[in-house]
C-alpha cells in the first residue's frame, strides 16, 4: 500500500482527509502512483501534472524520504521506504506564497 | 416574490450573494473554492440552478465546476482544454513570436437554451465549447486563423474575455480579446472576421487602425438590440449600430476613456454604463473618487453616479467582467472592486450601497435574476 500526502487545496478538490493510501501495481515510481491516484481522484487530471505532456507543474514538487524526488524521471523507482509504505510520498505546493 | 442571485469571483474563492427583489437584505454564501482564483462563474439562462465557475490557481492550474443546485454544491467536471493542432505562435509583449500556451478560463458563457453547452474564453486567447456540461471541452480553431499570429497579450494576459451569444440569432457569437479585438461568427464558431473597423489605437499598434491588435477591454449588447455593440476600449468607448461592421466613439464628456467593463441597463437599450479609471497605468479612479458613469443616449452625454460610492482616498479598480445588472425593475446594477467591495445599486445607479466590504479583490460579478 502506497501513502500519498496531497497539499490541502487537493485534498479539498479530491474530497479526503489526511493521507491517501493507493494499491500501484507494478514497480512504483512517481509515474504508477500518479496513475492510481488520478484513477481513483479523477478531479485531480491536470492538477499535479499535465494532461497531455505528462510534465509535472511548475509550481509541484516531489518529496520522500527527506529527498527532493522533484527532478528524479518519472519512472525512476521511489525509495523502499515508499514503496513499502513505511514512507509517503508527499505531493507539494511550491514555496510561493510568501 | 422574484429575487437575484449575485455571482463573484475573487482571487481567493467565490461568494453567491442572493436577496428578494427590494434588493436591501443580502445573504452571503461562501467561500467557495478558498484560495483558489475564480476568474468568473455564471448561470444558465436555461436552467438557473445550474452554474459553471472557473477556477484556478498557480500551483495546481485549472479546474472547472459546475452546480446544479444554484451555488450551494459543486462538482469539479472536465478540465482539459487543449488547443486543436499545432497552435502555432502570437506576439509577445515585445513583438517577438510566443508559442500559445494555455494558462486559464477567464470567461465562461453558458449557452441561451441548452444548460449543458457552455462557451470558455481562456487565455492564451481561444474559445472552446463543450456540449456535455463540462465533460469534454473542444477548441472553436478557426477563430486563430484570423491573424493569430499578430495578437499580444495586454497588461492581465493574453486572454479572450468576452463571449456574446446573440439570442435572436443562434449561429451568431461575437468575442473578444486583449489584445486582438473584436471577432464575429454567423456560422455558430465555424468562421470568423474581424470587427474593428474604426477603432484606433495610436499608442499600442504600429498601424493605429489595425485590422487586428486593439487591446479591447469589454464588450456589451442589449438582449432586445444585437446589432447595436458597446465597447470599453484601452481608451475610448466605442459604439457600433451595424453589428461589429464599423465603430464610433461615444466617450463624450467622461472625465477618462479609459476603463474595463461596460454594461446596459436592463430595459433601456441606450442606457449604458462604465467606470472611468485614471490611465493604463494608473488602475484606480480619477480624483480618488469611485464614479460610474451613465449615459442615457447611448453614449457621448455622460453623468457622474456617486451617491453611496466612495468619494474620497479611494484608489482601486473595477475589472472588466466585475460589473453587471439584474433584470428588475427598476433595473439593479452592480459593480465589484478590487478592493473587496460589491456595490448594489437598486435603482438603476442613483443610489448605492455595499453588499459587502471586506471580500478579496473580486475579479467578476453576474447576476440572475430569479422567479
Not at chain 2, 46 to 64: E, K
Not at chain 2, 94 to 112: A, C, M, Q
Not at chain 2, 315 to 327: F, T, W
Request: with cysteine.
Amino acid at each position: 500500500m502506497i501513502r500519498v500526502v496531497l497539499p490541502a487545496h487537493l485534498r479539498t478538490l479530491a474530497h479526503v482527509d489526511g493521507e491517501v493510501t493507493l494499491d500501484v501495481g507494478g514497480q512504483v515510481t512517481q509515474r504508477s502512483v500518479l496513475d492510481a491516484l488520478e484513477a481513483r481522484y479523477p478531479m485531480l487530471r491536470g492538477t499535479i501534472r499535465d494532461q497531455v505532456t505528462q510534465q509535472r507543474r511548475a509550481f509541484v514538487r516531489v518529496f520522500a524520504c527527506e529527498q527532493d524526488l522533484s527532478h528524479e524521471p518519472p519512472d525512476a523507482p521511489l525509495p523502499d521506504a515508499v514503496a513499502t509504505g513505511a514512507e509517503p510520498l508527499l505531493i507539494v505546493g511550491a514555496m510561493a506564497g510568501g | 416574490m422574484s429575487g437575484v442571485r449575485v455571482s463573484v469571483g475573487t482571487r481567493k474563492g467565490a461568494f453567491v450573494l442572493t436577496s428578494d427583489g427590494k434588493r436591501e437584505r443580502w445573504d452571503v454564501n461562501g467561500p467557495h473554492f478558498g484560495g483558489w482564483e475564480i476568474y468568473h462563474l455564471k448561470g444558465s439562462p436555461a436552467d438557473p440552478n445550474r452554474l459553471y465557475a472557473s477556477q484556478s490557481s498557480g500551483w495546481f492550474g485549472q479546474v472547472i465546476q459546475r452546480s446544479n443546485d444554484g451555488g450551494k454544491t459543486w462538482e469539479p467536471v472536465g478540465n482539459q482544454f487543449v488547443y486543436d493542432g499545432v497552435p502555432g505562435t502570437h506576439q509577445w509583449y515585445d513583438g517577438t513570436p510566443r508559442p500559445w500556451e494555455f494558462k486559464r478560463v477567464w470567461h465562461l458563457e453558458p449557452s441561451l437554451t441548452d444548460p449543458d453547452t457552455v462557451y470558455a474564453g481562456v487565455e492564451d486567447a481561444a474559445l472552446f465549447r463543450t456540449i456535455d456540461g463540462g465533460q469534454k471541452w473542444q477548441e472553436l480553431p478557426s477563430l486563430r486563423d484570423i491573424k493569430g499570429h499578430l495578437w499580444q497579450p495586454g497588461a492581465g494576459g493574453m486572454c479572450l474575455h468576452t463571449i456574446m451569444l446573440d439570442p435572436g440569432n443562434p449561429t451568431r457569437i461575437f468575442i473578444a480579446i486583449s489584445a486582438a479585438g473584436v471577432f464575429g461568427t454567423d456560422d455558430a464558431g465555424k468562421t470568423w472576421r474581424p470587427m474593428n473597423r474604426g477603432l484606433k489605437s495610436q499608442y499600442e499598434l504600429p498601424d493605429p487602425d489595425a485590422e487586428v491588435g486593439h487591446c479591447v477591454h469589454r464588450i456589451a449588447m442589449h438582449p432586445s438590440r444585437p446589432g447595436v455593440l458597446f465597447m470599453q476600449k484601452h481608451w475610448d468607448v466605442m459604439r457600433t449600430d451595424d453589428a461589429g461592421e464599423s465603430w464610433q466613439e461615444v466617450s463624450g464628456n467622461l472625465p477618462t476613456d479609459f476603463g474595463f467593463p461596460i454594461d446596459v441597463h436592463a430595459h433601456e437599450p441606450d442606457t449604458i454604463y462604465v467606470v472611468p479609471i485614471k490611465s493604463d497605468s494608473e488602475h484606480y479612479p480619477p480624483d480618488g473618487k469611485l464614479r460610474v458613469y451613465r449615459s442615457r443616449t447611448g453614449g457621448h452625454e455622460w453623468e457622474a453616479l456617486t451617491k453611496g460610492l466612495p468619494q474620497s482616498h479611494c484608489y482601486l479598480n473595477v475589472l472588466r467582467d466585475a460589473m453587471a445588472v439584474d433584470a428588475l425593475d427598476p433595473c439593479g446594477v452592480y459593480v465589484g472592486t478590487t478592493g473587496g467591495q460589491v456595490y448594489a445599486s437598486a435603482d438603476a445607479g442613483n443610489t448605492w450601497a455595499p453588499i459587502v466590504r471586506d471580500l478579496p479583490a473580486v475579479l467578476s460579478v453576474e447576476v440572475q435574476t430569479l422567479p
